[in-house]
């Protein structure tokens, strides 16, 4: 028996998370977009263009891989969906293709996009130049020094980057500055944000986008085992491959959904990202969630070795599900990321993203334990953390 | 007379109310209550007490570093309430509203916030990231009144709506973008004023991009009052004596808004 999806109410609230937390600037932006992305969700037009893209200019639907001698490692039988063979080595470009394919129907001229490492300005830089539209990603400055390669990737494909001199100079203030922008040039600007955060519609927009994660494993799970997994399994930052995954899954009660988050050098110390399990709901970048704070309600900040989880928030959704209790939120640390990262490579011969390290250092955490078949979403490939490893390495 | 009551009063007289935005805690908690009374000595006619955030959205660059700079000073919501509570004991003639983002005033919780607000004779509340719609989230017995903003792309339609909804006034955003001294205003933006005072019904008081007396001319006449924040931010930034440079900033705005035209 499946159970119905979760979806916004009126005021785009999952439960008591959510909503439109915005200036009235923002309002009529929002209101355009629900309104275009409602239509066409509902256009079979806008969906198999949709599906084009994911299938020819990304490889969709990627493999869903049995992981033979991590299975033996770990007792059960462990399945990799492989969204780290997407174009440009992870599941981001899922997400910049829907929301570009929308921004081209409703008229915009100019995307902008907030990112952290680099990855989900790659991505949008990326669709930008496939689409002729101009581009601009807010990057702070700190990460800017740390991701020299990316900013030069973007610069590569027409995109400006332009730096966040704000705050800690990291995602949560390229965040802030994508929004003013946005605030700036309202009328002609499209904000590509890059996960399932932000005001109401974009984390169930972005979720959407991201859901051909869930649709393709399950039935690929069903057509190679004949049944359905024990455990979904993925990291969470913002939380967008996690919501991919989880929300087709969701259906099925049956499947116990576990979302890794970064702990960073432990959720005991101050140096981590570990937002459901160690923060409070607040409001941050137009959204009810929980979130890294102190006790006024100021943001504080997040750290993980993992740039994509380094982040104070999380989807509103994922607060919805924690609070429900329909998914099960843990974390795992640098240290265990850095054994996951080395043990996959070892045993697979597949180099994973310190972001989808988390979910499987938790998949090694409880070897022997575990009651049945994983469903794992390696969500990105490690060739970009590499000299972050071997800097780690050395100061060992 | 409540805060609505003194707002219609002061425009059916025909005067402009001059607002200055005082970041709490900026330089240092020490300087609030000194200078609130710099400002009502200066001609305010009510004062927007900001409460510092650690991700200030609809801010430019001034306000965040005052922002910033109150923050690391110790500045919280609690001292910006007892500064203002301190104050009103000692002027109740001028009022002050709170000016914050939504996370701080949750953090508090909706309940001690509007106890402690209604004991610091607090008169209204400003959230720039909480739409009407939201506005549940704050509900509480003795919670000040909220304002209503609208911008330059606010529909008609809105516009009536914002009306409806009501307040003791309407903060007119008058540019796309944040806040921030602007050299000049689009010339749409007394049409906007207009418009805005027409389709709400509500004391219009217009902030956003205002920081010179030259400026006001312009723009007085199309609303009900001016809303002053970046720009006296960057007048006491450095400033040996800041209760000194508060009043003799805000003094210029008080003769310009009192010429007749």
């Known amino acids: 028996m499946t159970r119905p999806l979760t979806q916004p109410d009126d005021r785009g609230f999952f439960g008591a998370f959510g909503g439109r937390f915005v200036p009235e600037t923002l309002k009529p932006a929002l209101d355009e977009l629900s309104v275009a992305y409602a239509v066409a969700k509902d256009d079979p037009s806008f969906q198999a263009e949709f599906a084009e893209a994911l299938a020819t200019y990304s490889c969709h639907p990627t493999p869903l891989y049995h992981a033979e001698r991590l299975s033996e490692h770990v007792g059960v039988p462990v399945y990799l969906k492989r969204e780290d063979l997407n174009h440009l080595g992870a599941h981001k470009v899922n997400n910049a293709l829907g929301q570009i394919i929308l921004a081209r129907r409703m008229g915009k001229k100019r995307i902008i996009a907030e990112t952290g490492a680099g990855q989900h300005g790659v991505a949008t830089a990326a669709v930008a130049a496939r689409f002729g539209l101009e581009c601009m990603v807010h990057m702070g400055e700190e990460d800017i020094r740390r991701q020299k390669l990316n900013v030069r990737r973007m610069e590569l494909m027409g995109a400006t980057v332009k730096p966040a001199l704000s705050g800690s100079r990291t995602l949560k203030d390229a965040t802030n500055e994508a929004i003013r922008d946005w605030v700036a040039n309202v009328e002609t600007t499209f904000y590509l944000i890059g996960s399932v955060v932000g005001p109401h519609p974009y984390p169930s927009m972005v979720r959407d986008f991201q859901s051909c994660i869930g649709r393709e494993a399950l039935a690929q799970m069903q057509e190679r085992t004949g049944g359905l997994p024990t455990y979904g399994v993925a990291c969470v930052g913002g939380g967008s491959n996690a919501m991919g995954l989880f929300h087709p899954l969701s259906a099925h009660p049956e499947i116990e959904l576990i979302g890794i988050e970064a702990a960073g050098e432990g959720v005991d110390t101050e140096r981590h990202a570990a937002t459901l399990t160690k923060g409070f709901p607040g409001v941050l970048h137009g959204a009810m969630s929980y979130l890294l704070q102190d006790a006024e309600g100021q943001v504080t900040e997040a750290h993980s070795i993992s740039a994509g989880l380094d982040y104070p928030g999380i989807g509103p959704e994922h607060a919805h599900f924690h609070t429900t209790g329909r998914a099960r939120y843990e974390s795992a640390t640098d240290a265990e990321a850095i054994n996951a990262f080395e043990t996959l490579s070892c045993l697979e011969g597949i180099i994973p993203a310190f972001e989808s390290s988390h979910a499987l250092a938790w998949v090694l955490r409880n070897a022997g334990k575990l009651k049945g078949p994983v469903l794992l979403c390696l969500s990105g490939r490690g060739d970009k953390d590499m000299e972050e490893y071997l800097l780690h390495k050395e100061g060992k | ?261």
């Open chain 2, 1 to 261: 007379m409540n805060f609505t009551e003194f707002i219609a009063q002061r425009v059916a007289s025909g005067r402009k109310l001059l607002v200055p935005y005082l970041c709490a805690g900026y330089p240092t908690p020490d300087h609030t209550v000194s200078l609130l009374h710099a400002l009502a000595d200066g001609g305010a006619d009510f004062i927007e007490l900001g409460i510092p955030f650690s991700d200030p959205l609809a801010d430019g660059p001034v306000l965040q570093a005052a922002s910033l700079v109150a923050l690391r000073a110790g500045s919280t919501l609690e001292k910006a309430l007892e500064a203002a509570a301190t104050f009103h004991a000692q002027r109740p003639e001028v009022p002050v509203a709170l000016m914050g983002y939504t996370n701080p005033f949750l953090a508090m919780g909706a309940e001690p916030l509007a106890r402690k607000a209604e004991a610091a004779g607090i008169a209204a509340l400003l959230v720039p990231d909480l739409l009407p719609e939201l506005w549940d989230h704050l509900a509480a017995p003795g919670m000040p009144p909220l304002v209503p903003f609208a911008a330059p792309n606010t529909p008609e339609a809105r516009l009536k709506e914002l009306g409806s909804i009501g307040g003791p006034f309407l903060y007119a955003v008058a540019v796309l973008g944040v806040t921030g001294a602007r050299e000049n205003l689009s010339d749409s933006v007394p049409a906007f004023l207009a418009r805005t005072k027409a389709k709400t019904g509500l004391p219009v008081l217009a902030g956003f991009g205002i920081s010179r007396p030259e400026q006001v001319p312009d723009l007085a006449p199309a609303c009900d009052g001016l809303i002053i924040g970046s720009a006296l931010a960057k007048a006491l930034d450095g400033a040996a004596d800041p209760v000194q440079a508060a009043k003799d900033f805000l003094i210029p705005f008080r003769v310009a808004m009192d010429k007749k035209p």
